[in-house]
């Protein structure tokens, strides 16, 4: 038997969307430099605060005149062979394909932290995303705490921290204050 011809070129998106469809639907994988990337499952206190951004955001989302979406489980195509999926996005509404799989003209990013990828998540996705001509900001969340960090455009993505459940996140770019009570609802926290 002699070795298969393997291509070591990075993966493409297309070639990751091949392989990301043979896995599990519970599995979620990210395009990193090239490479699929496996994600650990979240814990309860990350999927609650998730819920709680889609819940809030999705009722401000609903208000009259309002131009954009949230979406959660939507992957970001930053380059051909970079496809992140921030665990939920803010994007203009469109008349897309509903069946897309990624977009390239995201509002706002969030990502709540997780021990397993809060390096990436807070260096490699921070340099990513702000690369998209269209985000206005990048929102990392804290689990264990109240906390988040705010990386705006307008303030060249310097690092913007609140913390406490009294602070406010303003987004003004897509018209939200959010309440970090509201993110945190029903998380036992460390300090509050």
Known sequence: MGVPTISTDPMTIEEFYAFADTRP????????????????????????????????????????????????????????????????????HSNADPARRDADDIIVAFEVLSPSTADRDMRWKRKAYTTLASLTDYVVVAQDTAELVVFERKTGFSE?????????????????????????????????
């Open 25 to 92: 639907d519970e599995e979620k994988w990210e395009l990193i430099d090239g490479e699929p990337v496996l994600n650990a499952a979240p814990s309860r206190p990350h999927q609650r605060i998730v819920k709680n951004l889609v819940f809030a955001l999705t009722l401000r989302e609903r208000e009259p005149g309002v131009s954009w979406e949230v979406l959660p489980g939507l992957g970001v195509r930053v380059s051909e062979i970079n496809r992140p999926e921030p665990d939920l996005v803010i994007l203009p």
């Open 160 to 192: 913007r921290r609140l913390r406490g459940l009294s602070a406010v996140l303003e987004l003004p770019s897509v018209g939200i204050s959010l309440a970090l009570k509201e993110i945190y609802r029903d998380i036992d926290l460390a300090d509050r």
